[in-house]
């Protein structure tokens, strides 16, 4: 069973950065992305930045250049730097991997979350 220890969320001022960083456990498969989403009150979840095992990273438009992501493999770990936030930015963010499992199949699996709320 994929386990999640997600960590860094929490309460941040407009302009100011946060760490997200996500530990993930009990998979015996390498994973392919590995990334983040987040879902505000009212909306649907959306991907805000994601990043292959190659190294070629995605972010959401309304990230681009304010967030950056990276991954330790060997520790089976991601982390989502998040500079000049903004109210919009709150949300719950949630860790997620894909399993490589064999061509072309990825299983998904994404963690309980993490609150990251953004006062103006």
């Known amino acids: 069973q994929v386990q999640f220890e997600e960590s860094g969320g929490g309460l941040v001022q407009a302009g100011g950065s946060l760490t997200l960083s996500c530990v993930v456990s009990g998979s015996m498969y390498a994973f392919y992305h590995m990334g983040w989403y987040r879902q505000a009150p009212g909306h649907k979840r959306e991907l805000v930045a994601s990043?292959?095992?190659?190294?070629?990273?995605n972010y959401s438009d309304s990230v681009w250049g304010r967030f950056a992501i990276s991954r330790e493999d060997d520790k089976n770990t991601v982390h989502l730097l998040m500079t000049a936030l903004k109210p919009e930015d709150t949300a719950v963010y949630f860790c997620?991997?894909?399993?490589?499992?064999?061509?072309?199949?990825?299983?998904?699996?994404w963690g309980q979350g993490t609150q990251v709320t953004v006062s103006s």
């Open positions: 997620y991997v894909d399993e490589a499992r064999g061509l072309d199949y990825l299983v998904p699996h």
């Open positions: 990043m292959t095992a190659s190294g070629d990273r």
